[in-house]
């Protein structure tokens, strides 16, 4: 059984290497040359945009998913006429257009924060009347990892992006005072079946995620069952087939949406270790519809991204319970080349253990917070 998946980063690396003792087999397509995925499967190398490329590599596959949300909505459904594709096109659309999301989620009962649509300079004049300062001003489509997003804090900023602005589709939002940033992962299999990970504590620098910590340090059964209860309903409302990811502000207590990922997701990577099934390897189980696996947690959890470059493997292995995984991408500022996850029965030990990493996770490209897990009373 051959499984298609459209792009070949890291995420599509992983679900290949869950999927193999499950005894699937893989194609990906891509158009970079270099997509990791090439060292460990068929590798179809071809824009989203060319069809015959795209009915080619849907011969003979048993199912089509992605592991890139930007996939172009158009290259999924011409992909429907072949193979079944999950998510579907439509849940695909949906997650791909913040203005969507944002609308979306309160009629469904999930709160976001305040935003407003800006599509001119005078759009932007009255989004931030409405709003106020500080704003966050975001591209709707295709931002990751910090790409495409403006923190408006002045009115001296914002004239700022008004002489840079440009006709794209944007979207201000409320600058939200968080306690901290968590994320779940939910799972919904072609038959209906759910399942979720317990929300993750997530921690930022410039936009990128540099460590998560599941679950999250204090977590009530109230928040948990809040977060749940979010990802059910999107679940249900885009009759979504596979992992889906839910970023959320805590605040006071309650939690704000931020964005939704139709894809496995770096908060999850912990699960490889650190769960009884790996988001990988349930994203696979859903949409094969096959039973899914549990995600109840094995003890405590810290990933950590390699951003940029790679530590000596040795002083990272020589701390107890501690996986590497190397992507094989050659090293670049600011690009996600690995990650390290760090496994321990109770937080206070993870908390020990992050303490021991070496130097290199000290230094501000990778960034261990100030607040670190290396003391127990905040994270």
Known sequence: MTIGILGGGQLGYMLALAGYPLGLHFRFLDPSPQAPVGRIAHRVTAEYSDLDALEKFAHGLELVTYEFENVPVEAARFLTKHVSVYPSPEALEAAQDRLSEKKLFPRLGIAPASFAEVSSTNDLEAAVKKIGLPAVLKTRRMGYDGKGQWVLRTPEDVQRVKAEFSQAALL??????????????????????????????????????????????????????????????????????????????????????????????????????????????????????????????????????????????????????????LYGKSPRPGRKVGHVTLRAASFEELSTRLAQLPAFFQRAEFCLPSSSVATTNRL
């Open 172 to 325: 201000l939002e409320d600058f939200v005072a968080f306690q901290r940033e968590l994320s779940i992962l939910a799972v919904r299999s072609r038959s209906g079946e759910t399942a979720f990970y317990p929300l993750v504590e997530n921690h930022h620098r410039n936009g990128i995620l540099r460590l998560a910590v599941a679950p999250a340090p204090k977590l009530s059964a109230a928040l948990q069952k809040a977060g749940e209860r979010a990802a059910e309903r999107v679940l249900q409302e885009l009759n979504y087939v596979g992992v889906l990811a839910i970023e959320f502000f805590e605040c006071d207590g309650e939690l704000v949406a931020n964005e939704m990922a139709p894809r496995v997701h770096n908060s999850g990577h912990w699960s490889i270790e650190g769960a009884a099934t790996s988001q990988f390897e349930n994203h696979l189980r859903a949409v094969l519809g096959l039973p899914l696996g549990s995600a109840a947690t094995t003890g405590h959890s810290a990933m950590l991204n390699l951003i940029g470059e790679v530590p000596e493997s040795a002083e990272v292995l020589a701390i107890p319970d501690t996986h590497l995984h």
